[in-house]
């Protein structure tokens, strides 16, 4: 800027001439132009031109889908050629009509304007007043619509601890204790809890397969047609009321444990005919049924002398239902062995006491047969058994070969694990692959083959796979708080989809032993480790997945 400045001034410097008698001109010009003004003022006053902003004029916000806007003039206007200069953005099938001195013009929806939506009134230049006068410049006007009624509320039952309560209303209503029924569901449907209550924007879990669904709006809704757009998927049979201005849909069947469902209601319009806004359509997951995650003694336990029987569930239990379906039978004589069966207060541990001590030398199998359920009506099934410790044999007679030799007779071998049990099978194929590369073998814990089923539970049921548990945990975490003591671990995980227990346990196997050895932070470094003595082993399958945690300790 400073050498455009010097320029002009060398070029003022060397035509000083021309320059002052611009200046006379300038002045002259300016004298005149004074002068003028005066002569101006002399006269009539005239109103001053304001300049058109601009910015749209707003004519009305949050106006009704079915009501006009009003577009006023200072003056009578000439409708026909104001009526052929109007343009509305978004276009739109408009009505027109006007005031009596025609100095308003309203504009109607046809049907009726979109709701949120933000409209541009254009009053074209070639609208006339009635005198005939162009208009000067051209007008544009602005209004907003309502909002567009939308679902504020979906509320679906949860599950969780008040389910218990759940099961023996349905206990005391209805003759069979095997499902909830129809009318149980509906009672339910009547008193959905608050925590089932979600945002619509989001999909609401650990959902019960007895629940209800109901759908608030935040209008008068044309029911009829919410009912013809209401769908849910995968489809499922029942019955559509209303309460107040609240859809409640209720299955005539139990939904899948597990399964997610999506509820849609596209296309939907209230009461005035406006089109159901923001979102349509909303999803919510059915929790899982109940597992067994841990039992005492352990699943396939042998060499054991317990006291008493016990049972950890995932969730609260059916208590009545689950009695009735529990047995515990001495294999060698195939009769059931008597005793008392008490739950702790939530319903998620079943404790069994006999009527007298296990015999010894005994394999006992425990089973939850056909009705045994949870809570929330799941039917939960287990098989497993274990080995109780051998009573003490009495001395052995002996042949006296001569005055100094006896020979006693050799102690019998320990009962061998079920063959069917896919835990000790695990461990076999850990020992088998030990004892090749010299390393003495590890023994099944039951206590960390909870803490390993959990993990493996968790990843199965949430659809993770990871070392790291959504909350946070990791293995040594889980180890602690499963009360395990050790000074050393290891982790190793695998899963398969549409595979069975054994053909996984093989596979994943076989690709552990596969890796480089010796390793280092992998996953034959874990099963072949010097400092391993134990190994826990969870197996947990949801649907056609299943996923294996093995957690190794000294």
Known sequence: MAAKFESLRTVLSSHRAITRVSLAALSFTFLIAFSHQEITQAGPEQAPLIPE???PQSVGIAVATTDAITIPFQESMDPASVESAIQVLPQQRVD?????DYTAVSISPERLWRADERYLVVVGQASETADG??????RRYAFTTQTAPAVTDFQVRLAG???AAAA???REDVPSVRSLTVATEAAAAASIVEAGSQPPTRTAKEVSATTAISISFSADMDRADVEDRFAIAPEVTGDLAWNGNDLVFTPSERLQPGGRYTVSLLGAHDASGNPLGGKGNFSFVVTLGAQLVKTDPGLGASDVDPATVTMWFSQPMDVDATNAAFGLTDTASGALVGGNLIWNEAGTQLTYTPDRAFAGGRTFAVVLGDGALDADGNPVTADWSFTTTAAPTPAAATVTRSATSTRSAAPAPPAPAPSGDAAAYAVAQ???SRAAYGFGPVVLDGAISAVAYAHAYDQAANGYFSHTGLNGSTRDSRLQAGGISYSWSGENQCYLVGRSVIATLDWCHAAFMSEPY?????HIANVLNPNATRVGVGIAQVGSKI???WDYTN
Do not use: H, Y
Not at 518 to 522: M, V
């Open 53 to 55: 902003s601009l910015l």
């Open 96 to 100: 027109l009509s006007w005031n009596a």
């Open 133 to 138: 006068s162009a208009l000067r410049g051209g």
């Open 161 to 163: 601890e008040d389910l």
């Open 168 to 170: 023996a209303v349905a």
């Open 430 to 432: 850990i020992n088998a």
């Open 518 to 522: 010796p390793g280092q932070f992998n």
């Open 547 to 549: 996923v294996i945690v």
